[in-house]
């Protein structure tokens, strides 16, 4: 892009409150005014902005400014002739406007700033754009942004920010992904401050990868369009700054219970014709059923809407009638199964689509300014890399909103229980088309922005968003009491409080594309995309090998979003592709089902971690670091590259392994700092060893038996039954048909093998219908000490939601070896059941 900086100085302030904890500025120049401000909004929360009569601010952020909360805040201000010194609570601000305005950020008593924008070059205008330009810590660890490619530390490297369909990317090189998140979140022992944009327009973040022999090493944040607002919000650790983040955009909503289990997909199945496709897709149902294996969902890619006649290519919110006679019948004999169905949806109509005119006459595409024409482009239109042309939908659009929400809800109707928002990055090739602004959404943003009405100032990842928005508020309108499910490749800040859950879209089969996956995961859930994962074993590229295959379903299985889905063409088989089948290889299929079955067992471990996503903002899949950060190991490479190892919720560290052959992994135990003993680790896989904290160890991980897993000791990791399970309040049409009843709770524990000295652990979990939108929550609290020849245990039931689940009494579950005696210190019984088939001593905690 071409760049055309201005870096405005000679600031005055305005609106001057000496002890209010705000700058207001003004410079004049260049015929031209150019405003700046900087505001404390809470304690740890700042908002600057920087704008011209020509740059705006966002017309339509990703965040509606919030109120100023600063009420119990000690606040105090001091003023100078060009500077501004405001301490709110632990942080000290200073905002200095001798040349250009350069905010600094610190801990109250701090000698070191947390943050600095580079003097005499901080707020530029570039063009229609903005920058800012900040100093940068090269040691520091640089997370956020969405899904980036890997390594998880973003430091000295260089990303658009915008999106793209990257079908069959490397996890290493390719850039841009699927996601549009302007957060970027520096690290540090010492503190944790993030940088968040609430554009949806395109732009850069150069994290140091740009250095200078004048500036030095820097950062920058480009925004091609529009004047910037931009919020900082500083916490002592990774954990307060995501919470407080949440608490800006909005925490992670609801997801179903169901959608923590298997979901099986396959591009093939819903785009066969021999047979046709409904029969198909029941027959591998049934395959699943005899090769034992649970599933709860089905991914129905976009076959199904494939027009049977010339021209054969997608028309969204249709059935292909060949492949489908009677969908609704179909979709009931699914239900009948205990399976769900998530229908794949595209925002784009290729000029055959039934609909076509109808939008062209409801002004429900994007416009070309220079032809006064629908902006058309070329669309995938059917199989592998095949096009046609057509337009996308302007979701800005009241007529193509409405006519989205009313096709959602025809889907809905048919029986179709979640939404699959796919090829929703919106890569549209000219920032001078137009958006249409009638639909009540972005009515008011509307009134204030008139004027400009283009593509580039809005942003194209609006789009995205208000996509999500609609097939929510569909799903919603039909079924008010239940959760909607809308899974979206694509995602902005905001795209999530639509959007229950998210994958990292198109990737390869290999051993490097599962290793660089994990790292796509924690930035992701550091950015709120919670309930992430990816397609097991590969989109596109080879078949996995049998050995390939069950690593990535035993490292899938600690991931919140488990899926096999893909789509695998080749010169001969373009159209239909071949797909991943649990079952595909009858050698490994013992160890596939397994692991597939140990992840229905610990659902209320993965379910718990979900509503505390939703509550805390607790992300499942965490950093080696999270919690950690006084461990000087955890800053070290290996460990912020974040690609082989990650804890999964508070428990079980993980450790993958990503060779073939390799029947090991090399894992850090990080090690807490603090007058509290630090009881390690324990391998939780053969030979059961225990582990001191603060080392690297290597862990055994025969491919057939299982990667390294190990628990941190006094966890808890509650589990049920090994198959899909119906909880009591969740009437939907496929919970009914479940036999199982989820009846059954136990709690694996993780005591010291010798006495805790007095130390009790305790565990909470949280539990709940699984399906109400407004849910009635209880929670559970295991607590237990232990002792040289015995382990002392306590169960709080805390049911005064009015949720009762069907599980009365609780299993409690040794660890392999630990043959002590299981007690109660209140009154409660504790009976002797045995050992269960993995030769684990298991008590019975009766209630």
């Known amino acids: 892009m071409p760049q055309k900086e201005y870096c405005p100085k000679g600031y005055q302030q305005i609106q001057a409150q000496d002890s209010s904890p705000s700058v207001f500025l003004q410079s004049e120049g260049a015929k031209r005014s150019f405003d700046f401000s900087f505001e404390a909004v809470r304690e740890n929360l700042f908002r600057v902005t920087f704008t011209t009569p020509n740059h705006p601010l966002p017309p339509y952020p990703s965040v509606t400014k919030p109120d100023t909360s600063l009420d119990g805040v000690t606040i105090s201000t001091n003023s100078g002739y060009s500077q501004k010194e405001i301490e709110v609570g632990d942080v000290k601000a200073a905002v200095n406007w001798e040349n250009t305005p350069v905010v600094s950020l610190s801990w109250k008593g701090g000698d070191k700033p947390l943050y600095r924008d580079l003097p005499l070059r901080s707020y530029v205008i570039d063009g229609d754009g903005v920058a800012n330009y900040s100093e940068h810590d090269r040691k520091a660890l640089h997370v956020g942004l969405g899904e980036k490619n890997a390594p998880m530390d973003l430091t000295d490297r260089h990303f658009q920010l915008s999106a793209t369909d990257s079908f069959g990317y490397d996890n290493y090189k390719t850039d841009p992904l699927y996601k549009h998140i302007p957060l970027l979140i520096k690290a540090t022992p010492a503190g944790v401050v993030a940088i968040f944009s609430t554009t949806h327009g395109r732009g850069t973040w150069s994290i140091g990868s740009e250095v200078d022999g004048l500036w030095g090493h820097f950062k920058v944040y480009r925004q091609d369009f529009g004047g910037l607002e931009q919020y900082l919000i500083v916490g002592k650790t990774l954990k307060d700054v995501v919470r407080s983040y949440a608490e800006l955009v909005g925490f992670p909503i609801l997801v179903p219970r169901w959608a923590y289990g298997y979901i099986s997909g396959g591009y093939k199945y819903s785009a066969m014709d021999h047979p046709p496709a409904n029969q198909a897709l029941l027959e591998f149902a049934d395959k699943l059923k005899e090769h034992d294996i649970p599933v709860s969902a089905h991914q129905m890619s976009s076959g199904y809407s494939i027009s049977e006649h010339e021209p054969k290519v997608r028309t969204v919110f249709t059935w292909n009638r060949y492949r489908f006679p009677d969908p609704e019948k179909w979709i009931a004999e699914y239900h009948s199964r205990g399976i769900r169905m998530i229908t794949n949806i595209k925002p784009f109509l290729l000029s055959s689509h039934p609909d076509f005119q109808k939008l062209i006459d409801g002004n429900g595409f994007f416009k070309d300014p220079g032809s006064g024409e629908p902006g058309y482009m070329r669309l995938w239109s059917a199989g592998g890399a095949t096009g046609g042309d057509g337009c996308h939908v302007d979701f800005t659009s009241a007529v193509a909103f409405k006519w989205w929400y009313d096709g959602v809800q025809f889907l809905k109707r048919s029986g179709i229980d979640g939404m699959w928002n796919d090829n929703n990055e919106y890569t549209l090739p000219n920032d001078d088309w137009r958006v249409a602004l009638d639909e009540p959404t972005v009515a008011d943003a509307a009134k204030k922005q008139s004027s400009d009405n283009t593509v580039g100032l809005w ?76 397609d097991i074993g590969g989109f596109e590229g080879p078949q996995p090998s049998p050995e390939l295959l069950v690593r990535w379903v035993q490292l899938g299985t600690y991931s919140p979003r488990f899926a096999i889905n893909c789509f695998k063409t080749s010169p001969d088989n373009n159209e239909v592709g071949e797909v991943i089948e649990p079952f595909m290889y009858p050698e490994v299929t013992p160890q596939v089902r397994a692991t597939i079955k140990r992840r229905y067992e610990i659902l209320p471990y993965i379910y718990n971690l979900g509503l505390e996503s939703h509550y805390y903002a607790s992300p499942p899949q965490r950093w080696t670091g999270w919690g950690y950060e006084s461990d000087p190991e955890v800053w070290t490479k290996k460990v912020k590259n974040g690609e082989e190892q990650f804890f999964f919720g508070e428990t079980i560290l993980v450790g993958g392994v990503y060779e073939p052959g390799v029947n090991f992994a090399k894992v850090y135990l990080p090690r807490k700092a603090n007058d509290n003993f630090d009881y390690g680790f324990v391998n939780m896989n053969a ?161």
């Open 459 to 534: 942003g194209r990842a609006m789009h995205t968003e208000l996509m999500g928005k609609a097939s929510h508020d569909a799903l919603r309108d039909l079924e008010p009491n239940v959760r909607p499910f809308v899974l979206t490749r694509s995602a902005t800040a905001g795209t999530m409080r639509y959007s229950a859950s998210t994958w990292s879209g198109d990737n390869v089969t290999s051993w490097e594309s599962m290793k660089g996956s994990n790292a796509l995961s924690l930035n992701a859930a550091m950015s709120l995309l919670q309930c992430e994962g990816h």
């Open 687 to 847: 030979p059961y060893t225990y582990y001191a904290s603060g080392q690297w160890v290597e862990v055994p991980a025969a491919w057939k038996e299982s990667i390294a897993l190990l628990a941190k000791i006094g966890g808890a990791i509650p589990v049920g039954k090994s198959v899909q399970t119906r909880v009591p309040g969740d009437e939907t049409a496929a919970s009914v048909a479940i036999d199982e009843v989820d009846d059954y709770r136990g709690v694996e524990i993780f005591p010291p093998r010798a006495s805790s000295h007095g130390t009790v652990f305790s565990t909470t979990w949280m539990e709940d219908d699984g399906i109400s939108i407004k849910p009635k929550v209880s929670s559970y609290t295991i607590a237990y000490e232990a002792r040289d020849d015995r382990v002392v245990v306590s169960l709080t039931k805390d049911e005064s939601s009015g949720f009762t689940p069907a599980w009365r009494d609780l299993d409690i579950i040794l660890h392999n070896g630990d043959t002590r005696r299981v007690i109660s210190d209140t009154g409660k019984s504790v009976d002797y059941k045995g050992t269960d088939s993995r030769g684990r001593e298991v008590y019975t905690l009766r209630y």
